[in-house]
Structures are given as structure tokens and as C-alpha cells.
């Protein structure tokens, strides 16, 4: 049976919260409004992030401070080549005295939020080892699978210029993320406030705004945010004209992508704009919900052609394309 829909009151209720929490985190990412907001998003949407940005920009700082105003039990994870599926999932070791016995040992996955940094440094299979986790939810070693904690959300970092020693995520792992958010660079002004106020840069001191069920009833009242069937319908189109092979794909879909998103970013499409329109106090999607969480979503899920790097064409770009070539209702 269908979840009772969510009423204004309770929406503008539920809204308050969620932007408490962002508003703690603008204090730590300065002048960075718009990756808060999608982070946010995603958090709500329970979707794993990827983080793209150049070095120190606050990536990782983001990470442990939304730990900290969630109250979840956080771990860190330093991707590096030599870094072993063990290592992240956990192990068997031996132990005991006289009779020895083979023990589960917990890797760090075995968190609520984990931040996966740098984590186009380690090989392949340590790579495919968070598959599993990022979509089940659960890991398995020796034949022997565990649940992960509920809830379980992956941060992952990467730097999208330094490419000596990384191993570029397959597109079927990148397709596991909710978003992958660009963090810009910060001008003079952000700078300034940087320099002035905070000492050798420490970020501000943080408490928890949600407890274990004050989230849980977040994501109940996301749950319930109405979907209406026009909104459904532009999500459904959206998808399918990013897919050069389809008559609706506009023209830069058709010169710039071998491949277009899979059904996946339908849901996380559906999932981000439930989210922001929560974040709005309002209990059902519009058109403005899905056209802003487009961008995140969908700029990691287009395989682009080889034209596209000639002609120095990147994903947003097509995207922004598709935007504007998708009509919010059909014209017919």
C-alpha cells in the first residue's frame, strides 16, 4: 500500500530541519552554497556523492563535519595503489589460544558514512569491492555476506587533474553515485573571510542536529513527497532523449555521446527532486526539482565520444543541451 501523502505542514516542518542542517554546513564550506545544497540533497535522498574538485578546497572537511551534525559513526578511508579489498571490507584473522578459530574482523565500510578519499588512487579490485556496498548495502568475504549499517552513505573524493598513478572509475561504479558534484574554486573574498576568521584554518565547532530517528523520520517524509505523473513523465523523457539512439535526442546528444544514462538516473532523479522539494516545504516534485538536480545527476552517467574532447565538450555541457532541448510538457 501507498505511504499517506505528506501534508504542507508537515513538509514546511520537515524543510526547517533539513535547512539547519545545511546552514551548519555553509559554515564550514564557505561561499560554497550550492554543493551544500546537493549534498544535502543527496543525504536526504540517501545516495552516495562524488566529489570532484582540486586539492584542498574543504572535500574531506565537508565529509566529517555532516558525520558530526548527523551524529553517525564516521570512517575514512585513504585510497592508495597498494590498498587491498580486505582492507575496506574487513577479514578473517585467527585468534585464540590452544583452539584457534578464524574471526570476522570489520573493515571500515562497516560505517554509516564512509569518505572514500582520493579514491581513483586504488586499483581496480579494491575499486569493485565498494560495488556491493553502494548498492546492496552489504559486503561479502568468503562466501559470507554481512549488512552494512542502516543507514550507509559513501563520500568519495577525487581530483580531476592529477591522472599519474589513478585508475579512472568504471562507468558502472560511477553510475552507483546519486551526484557527482563539481567543487569550484573560492575567490579573494571567500579567502579573506578564510584568513580572518579561522585559525590555521581549523573549521567551527559543530553539535548534532539529528539524532538516529529525527533522520529516520527525515527520510520517511521524503518518502512521502508526491511525484506527480507530468513530473514522472519529463524525468522518463529526459532520460531517454540522453541516448544518441533515440529520435528525441537533441543534436548534441547525437554528435557528443556513445552512451546515455541508464534507468538508474531516473531514480536518482525521482529520489534528488523528492528531496529538494522537501528541502522547499513543499510535498509534491515540480519541473524546477528535477531540472536542478539534472546536472548532478546526470554529468557522471553520459559516456561521451571521442568528438568531444576534439571539440572540448564536456558532460555538463551536453547536459545543459538536453535541458534545454527537453520540453517540460510535450508539445504535442
Same mark, same amino acid.
Given at each position: ?5 505528506? &501534508? ?14 545545511? %546552514? ?6 564557505? @561561499?560554497?552554497? $550550492? ?15 562524488? #566529489?570532484?574538485?582540486l586539492?584542498? !578546497? ?8 555532516? %558525520? ?14 597498494? !590498498?587491498?579489498?580486505g582492507?575496506? $571490507? ?8 590452544g +583452539? ?12 554509516? #558514512?564512509?569518505l572514500? @578519499?582520493?579514491?581513483?588512487?586504488? &586499483?581496480?579490485?579494491? =575499486?569493485?569491492?565498494?560495488l ?12 559470507? $555476506? ?19 598513478? $589513478?585508475?579512472?572509475?568504471?562507468e558502472? =561504479? ?5 551526484f557527482?558534484? =563539481?567543487?569550484?574554486?573560492v575567490?579573494?573574498?571567500t ?8 585559525? +590555521? ?5 559543530? &553539535?548534532?542536529?539529528l @539524532?538516529? @530517528?529525527?533522520?529516520?523520520? #527525515? ?18 523523457? !529526459? ?11 537533441p ?22 527532486? +523528492? ?18 538536480? %539534472? ?5 557522471h ?7 568531444? &574532447?576534439l571539440?572540448?565538450?564536456? %558532460? ?17
Amino acid at each position: 500500500m501507498a505511504a499517506e501523502l505528506l &501534508s504542507p505542514a508537515e513538509a514546511q516542518g520537515a524543510a526547517e530541519v533539513a535547512n539547519q542542517l545545511k %546552514a551548519r554546513l555553509d559554515t564550514v564550506m564557505l @561561499d560554497q552554497q $550550492t554543493v551544500v545544497e546537493q549534498v544535502v540533497m543527496a543525504v536526504l535522498a540517501r545516495g552516495h556523492v562524488l #566529489l570532484e574538485g582540486l586539492p584542498g !578546497l574543504g572535500k574531506t572537511e565537508l565529509c566529517k563535519s555532516l %558525520a558530526k551534525l548527523l551524529a553517525l559513526p564516521f570512517r575514512r578511508i585513504q585510497f592508495t595503489p597498494d !590498498l587491498l579489498p580486505g582492507d575496506i $571490507t574487513g577479514t578473517y584473522v585467527l585468534e585464540g589460544e590452544g +583452539r584457534r578459530d578464524f574471526v570476522f574482523r570489520e573493515g571500515p565500510l562497516f560505517a554509516s #558514512l564512509v569518505l572514500a @578519499d582520493e579514491i581513483n588512487r586504488s &586499483s581496480p579490485k579494491t =575499486q569493485a569491492a565498494l560495488l556491493e556496498a553502494m548498492q546492496e548495502r552489504r559486503v561479502t568475504v568468503l562466501g559470507q $555476506t554481512r549488512a552494512l549499517p542502516d543507514p550507509f552513505f559513501v563520500l568519495a573524493t577525487q581530483n580531476p587533474i592529477e591522472l599519474e598513478g $589513478t585508475y579512472p572509475l568504471p562507468e558502472a =561504479q560511477l553510475d552507483r553515485f546519486l551526484f557527482r558534484i =563539481q567543487v569550484p574554486p573560492v575567490g579573494a573574498k571567500t579567502l579573506r573571510a578564510l584568513l580572518t576568521t579561522r585559525v +590555521r584554518g581549523a573549521p567551527p565547532e559543530l &553539535s548534532p542536529v539529528l @539524532d538516529a @530517528d529525527g533522520l529516520a523520520r #527525515l527520510f520517511a517524509a521524503v518518502d512521502r513527497v508526491h511525484l506527480p505523473g507530468p513530473v514522472a513523465d519529463f524525468i522518463g523523457r !529526459l532520460v531517454e532523449a540522453s541516448d544518441p539512439r533515440q529520435a528525441s535526442a537533441p543534436e548534441a546528444v547525437r554528435r557528443f555521446v556513445r552512451y546515455g544514462a541508464s534507468p538508474r538516473a531516473a531514480l536518482a532523479l525521482a529520489a534528488a527532486g +523528492r528531496a529538494r522539494a522537501l528541502m522547499r516545504g513543499r510535498p509534491n516534485v515540480g519541473f524546477d526539482d528535477v531540472v536542478a538536480a %539534472a546536472p548532478a545527476a546526470l554529468n557522471h552517467r553520459l559516456v561521451l565520444a571521442y568528438e568531444a &574532447s576534439l571539440e572540448k565538450v564536456s %558532460a555538463s555541457d551536453v547536459v545543459g543541451a538536453l535541458l534545454q532541448a527537453v520540453p517540460e510538457v510535450p508539445r504535442d
